[in-house]
């Protein structure tokens, strides 16, 4: 991932070199190939609607010509789709490697950038190698650990604890806020909230993530004074876990009319990428197996039980919608599955 943010090549196991067409920094790099998603092999005409339908997954396209940088940047990036609105013409091949290409798509998405790579580049430079394999360990939340823990008074408790997570190899550091005494022969009220900063700190009408999260801290200070408490998982997911970037692409793509899933698939990216095993791990480490789960999606409630937490009860946590994000959340109703009204 830091490879890729910083544009250089890589290589998965002994597949071909790939470089990452947003970041690469070789300008002397071409390619008659690319891999990108099957959702942008869709925008350009080769993939059927059962491909695009995965838009994350890999796709290898060949061009009548060797490509530099400059000429797979658009077949990358869906905001220059007006700027060059010719491409190609291009042709989809078989993926010999395609254990090490979805790999790669993963990565990408971990990096926090786009979903393409010039395939098998000349002067591309010395790859940084790895094995398929090692993404699957790097996923195993086992590595988790707490790492410090601190009494925090806040505006809805003064009766608050945080708890700070993180693994040796992810930078991203999850926090645990308790609220209220813990009690274990009670089941905490839990609530699970992705990172969103522009909800969160800036207050953006586009989603409903700062009333949500205000609102269950509110929710478990209440629990608290009836001698209940409160876990909320604060988890380093931005953008459902595509990163910001990508999630301000998602945005300039929601303006030009495409709702959220259709925005993030133009990207070749998943509609939902957060990783809640990351959250029943948290749980394990405080001691809590049991939660009555604040959610509106069923998605958190099989993905907690699917890793060994019990959820005792799904409360509901539905705010008003405003102008700005009633799009958004009919969105999540109507194609995401959430139990909003």
């Known amino acids: 991932m830091d490879a890729l ?12 070199v790939l470089l990452p067409v947003e970041t690469a920094l070789a300008p002397q790099a071409s390619s008659d190939r690319a891999l990108i998603s099957a959702a942008r092999a869709a925008t350009l005409k080769l993939a059927n609607q059962r491909e695009a339908a995965s838009g994350h997954a890999p796709v290898l396209i ?9 000429e797979a940047r658009p077949i990358a990036d869906p905001a220059l789709d007006l700027v060059v609105p010719l491409k190609g013409p291009f042709r989809a091949e078989t993926i010999a490697c395609k254990a090490e290409a979805e790999a790669a798509m993963e990565l990408a998405r971990l990096a926090g950038i786009l979903p393409a790579f010039l395939f098998d580049p000349a002067h591309a ?12 360990a790097w996923s195993d939340q086992v590595a988790l650990t707490i790492a410090t823990r601190a009494r925090l008074p806040i505006s809805a408790s003064e009766e608050a604890e945080v708890i700070a997570f993180r693994k040796l190899d992810d930078m991203r550091e999850h926090v645990a806020l308790v609220i209220g ?8 009220l839990v609530r699970l909230h992705s990172e969103c900063l522009t909800g969160d700190i800036f207050g953006s009408l586009k989603c409903d993530c700062g009333p949500q999260l205000d609102a269950a801290l ?38 030009a009319g495409f709702d959220t899933v259709d925005a ?9 990428a957060r990783d809640f095993p990351v959250a029943a791990r948290m749980l394990d480490l405080l001691g809590v197996n049991a939660v009555r789960l604040l959610t509106n999606n069923p998605a958190k409630v099989a993905a907690l039980e699917a890793a060994g ?11 008003p919608a405003n102008a700005h994000n009633q799009r958004y959340l009919a969105t999540k109703r109507d194609r995401a599955g959430h139990l909003l009204k």
């Open 218 to 255: 509110a929710r478990m200070a209440e629990e608290a004074k009836a001698g209940g408490w409160g876990i909320l998982l604060y988890l380093r997911q931005e953008g459902r876990g595509i990163g910001l970037i990508n999630k301000l692409r998602a945005y300039r793509l929601q303006d």
């Open 62 to 70: 060949r061009s009548s010509a060797p490509m530099g940088l400059d």
């Open 5 to 16: 943010r910083h544009g250089w090549p890589i290589r998965i196991g002994e597949a071909p």
């Open 181 to 188: 005494n813990p009690d274990f022969d009670r089941v905490p």
């Open 264 to 272: 993030n698939a133009r990207l070749g990216l998943p509609v939902e």
């Open 125 to 136: 430079g010395e790859p940084v190698r790895l094995a398929a394999s090692d993404l699957a």
């Open 309 to 319: 937490v019990t959820v005792a009860e799904r409360v509901e946590h539905q705010l």
